[in-house]
């Protein structure tokens, strides 16, 4: 059994549509995929249509953009109830904030002499309500300026580039208590990934596993061997759930093809068994994964 349960579609910034995501993640023998947009579901019904057709098993999920203690966080929500109310309201308010940046991002590149408008952005974003810089970034390339989503993040776009710019993020905890009682369960996304440097560290994972924490993502290519050794040794400790996935995008990320890491058999069934808890406690319609 080959689970991934990392992945983005063309509705936050990947560059596949899900059907067709979900279509390339059966020919690439996969057996279990999760959708996981940023900050959306409006991916889920086309992803679960196409999950039926082509015969691969889909769980509906999300990745969550959260702050903890001043460090962003990446918080995985599988299974959630979307339409419970504090965690809808948080979600509306971490795409607004997604929307609402956008003009300072692109004044600051028209102050380095580009020239780049809201719509080079919205013709790169295809209509999806999580704007993000992997668009403006697309759309640098469509104007000739950069060749590729990397060179537009190296030159500008990166945390400390000139044309870097914060947006809102909700507060971790809040979100994993909405998580939860919207009947899902949340896993931190690649928690030492890029420059989140050792945090959240053991005690922050015990306390975030109080407040609801099912697992961590352990096998991400932003981990190295050693980070991955050091997680997973956490994660056990701590009686928390491994997961393993590639952080798909399409063709917008380099060397996360799909199923570069997995998920193994045990440890999904573990998150599907607390999701089912979730789900029964929090006396919520949430969606069922989709089975072939
Ligand atoms: P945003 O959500 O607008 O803050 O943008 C973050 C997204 O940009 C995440 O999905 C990352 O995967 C993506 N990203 C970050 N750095 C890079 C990079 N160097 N090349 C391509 N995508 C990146
Ligand atoms: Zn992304
Ligand atoms: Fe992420
Ligand atoms: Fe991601």
């Not at 349960?5 to 057996?31: C, M, N, Y």
């Not at 299974?79 to 609402?100: I, K, N, Q, S």
């Not at 061997?225 to 928390?240: G, I």
């Amino acid at each position: 059994m080959r689970i991934d349960l990392h992945t983005h579609s063309r509705v936050s910034d990947g560059t596949q549509t899900p059907a067709e995501l979900v279509a390339a993640a059966r020919a690439a023998g996969l057996d279990v995929l999760a959708l996981t947009d940023h900050d959306t579901a409006a991916g889920w019904d086309e992803a679960a249509d196409a999950a039926r057709r082509v015969g691969i098993e889909l769980v509906r999920g999300m990745e969550i953009s959260t702050t903890h203690h001043g460090h962003g966080v990446h918080l995985l929500a599988y299974l959630p109830d979307p339409t419970y109310p504090p965690l809808a309201a948080e979600l509306d308010a971490v795409l607004a904030g997604r929307r609402d940046r956008v003009p300072e991002m692109l004044t600051r590149l028209r102050g380095l002499g580009i020239e780049i408008d809201a719509d080079d952005v919205a013709r790169a974003a295809h209509g999806t309500a999580a704007t993000g810089r992997p668009h403006v970034a697309d759309a640098l390339v469509t104007l000739g300026v950069v060749a590729d989503r990397t060179e537009a993040f190296d030159r500008f776009l990166a945390w400390g580039r000139p044309a870097h710019v914060e947006r809102y993020a909700a507060g971790l905890v809040d979100v994993l208590g909405h998580v939860r009682a919207a009947g899902g369960v949340s896993v931190i996304a690649h928690p030492w990934g890029r420059s989140r440097r050792r945090f959240p560290d053991h005690g922050d994972l015990v306390e975030l596993k109080a407040h609801g924490l099912a697992g961590i993502e352990v096998d991400h290519q932003d981990h190295d061997a050693p980070t991955r050794a050091e997680l997973r040794a956490l994660a056990h400790q701590l009686d928390l759930v491994v997961t393993g996935s590639s952080d798909h995008h399409g063709a917008g990320k380099l060397d996360h093809e799909l199923g570069v890491n997995t998920t193994s058999p045990e440890q999904y069934a573990r998150l599907l068994d607390l999701a089912a808890i979730a789900s029964a406690r929090s006396g919520r319609p949430t969606p069922e994964v989709v089975r072939p």
